[in-house]
């Protein structure tokens, strides 16, 4: 990858998480000096801060001493089941706030601020493939979150050079078995001859890590991406039968699959399917990974 951005300042929230050390790697090689915030509590490596979202005072010292070129803001509470509901609104919307208020506060500001929605702020529509105009109708407390974050940066939006992004599913090596291709990999890799999940008559558009942080990077050096809101998508979508009849023949056999009632959400999205044309004319094309690839290359890791 050539040294695009040799020098400027990148910074991101959640550098620890799943997408953070991802996003981060991407950044480094196109040349980025690459700072982060991570969990209060952890061991803070070189560049970066140990700084909770809710704290304002330190959350303003960090943008101080970074004076980033470009913003990468992931960190909240991604998991749609999480138990502490106040925690997620409090994370995912009152975080960003204070976050934005010290954007916008900062002597220098930056060129791009790169939010990460969710896809799940559409929740369960009749369109078949999901484009970035279809109205939100948000079936869980973490897509409400999230929506409400969007309408807060709407207040920044004569401040800051704000990009949108709303990630439809996506997976890789190292994510959380919280979540369900890990979880079903994790079977398969020791073998387990029984699976218990959840409603299997869902379909999803599974995306590549490589791809996402790949194209984050793109629109935040996209000067006609400002003020845009982007699905981040492969624009396929796989039903969970597709997904366990892949891994079963990467493995090389059958899993019994047992529906646990337990597992089974209220308002469950059935069909999560997105649009990605806006994506790919502010990008240019992006290598999208078939799902096969991904899970192969989660299964061998």
């Not at 209060?40 to 801060?49: C, Q």
């Not at 994790?186 to 008559?201: C, P, Q, Y």
């Not at 646990?260 to 399917?273: G, I, Y």
Request: a neutral charge; one cysteine or more.
């Amino acid at each position: 990858m050539a040294v695009e951005d040799a020098g400027k300042r990148a910074l991101i929230t959640g550098l620890s998480g799943f997408t953070g050390q991802y996003v981060a790697r991407e950044l480094r090689a196109a040349g980025y000096q690459v700072f982060g915030t991570i969990t209060p509590g952890h061991t803070a490596g070189e560049r970066e801060f140990a700084v909770d979202l809710l704290d304002r005072a330190g959350l303003a010292a960090v943008i101080r001493e970074v004076q980033p070129d470009v913003v990468a803001h992931l960190a909240a509470i991604a998991f749609v089941g999480h138990g502490d509901v106040d925690q997620i609104y409090r994370v995912n919307v009152v975080g960003t706030r204070n976050l934005l208020d010290a954007l916008a506060a900062a002597e220098k500001k930056p060129s791009a601020v790169l939010l990460a929605s969710s896809a799940n702020i559409y929740g369960n529509t009749d369109v078949g493939v999901i484009g970035e105009d279809v109205p939100a109708a948000p079936a869980n407390d973490y897509a409400v979150s999230k929506l409400s974050m969007e309408y807060v940066a709407r207040l920044w939006q004569d401040k800051l050079p704000l990009i949108v992004v709303r990630p439809f599913n996506y997976t890789g090596v190292g994510q959380h078995e919280n979540f369900l291709l890990p979880k079903i990999v994790s079977h398969f890799r020791r073998k387990a001859t029984d699976i218990e999940l959840g409603n299997l008559h869902v379909w999803r558009d599974f995306s590549d890590v490589r791809m996402v942080v790949h194209s984050y990077r793109k629109l935040l050096a996209a000067p006609a991406a400002i003020g845009q809101t982007f699905n981040i998508c492969s624009g396929r979508g796989y039903s969970l039968g597709e997904a366990l009849d892949m891994m079963g023949e990467i493995a090389g056999y059958k899993i019994n699959v047992h529906v646990n009632p337990a597992f089974v959400r209220a308002n469950e999205v059935v069909r999560l399917v997105g649009d990605n044309r806006r994506l790919i004319a502010a990008t240019g094309p992006l290598d999208m990974v078939p799902l096969a690839d991904t899970l192969r290359w989660m299964y061998s890791a």
